[in-house]
Nanobody, 123 residues
Framework: VQLQASGGGLVQAGGSLRLSCVAS??????YAWFRQAPGKEREFVGA?????????YYADSVKSRFTISRDNAKNTLYLEMNSLTPEDTAIYYC??????????????????WGQGTLVTVSS
């Protein structure tokens, strides 16, 4: 199983970026985005979870600005980021796993991680 993230770059505050994560191998129930800013711990951004029904979860800090979607035909997970601020500067990682619902937003809930893509937001 592999995850390949891309789409990062430099953007001005208020701008937008779309990250992509191509998955290969087996299918997992949850696909998520995490990010890690310099000097900080990795934090949850959002996840798309498919158990009895598909649900999408977001961290409060990105809710209403970021949108997670998936193209099943392309095995690709997307993170559409709008109204970016310098506080969104981080390496963004996609992850896959089968976490229980209470662990959807935790690092430990995911078994497979992509290599990360750097997003830099200038003020």
């Amino acid at each position: 199983v592999q995850l390949q993230a891309s789409g990062g770059g430099l953007v001005q505050a208020g701008g937008s970026l779309r990250l992509s994560c191509v998955a290969s191998g087996r299918t997992f129930r949850s696909y998520a985005w995490f990010r890690q800013a310099p000097g900080k711990e990795r934090e949850f951004v959002g996840a798309m979870v498919s158990y009895s029904a598909k649900r999408i979860y977001y961290a409060d800090s990105v809710k209403s600005r970021f949108t997670i979607s998936r193209d099943n035909a392309k095995n690709t997970l997307y993170l559409e980021m709008n109204s970016l601020t310098p506080e969104d500067t981080a390496i963004y990682y996609c992850a896959a796993g089968d976490p229980i619902i209470s662990s959807v937003s935790t690092y430990e809930g995911y078994r497979v991680w992509g290599q990360g893509t750097l997003v830099t937001v200038s003020s």
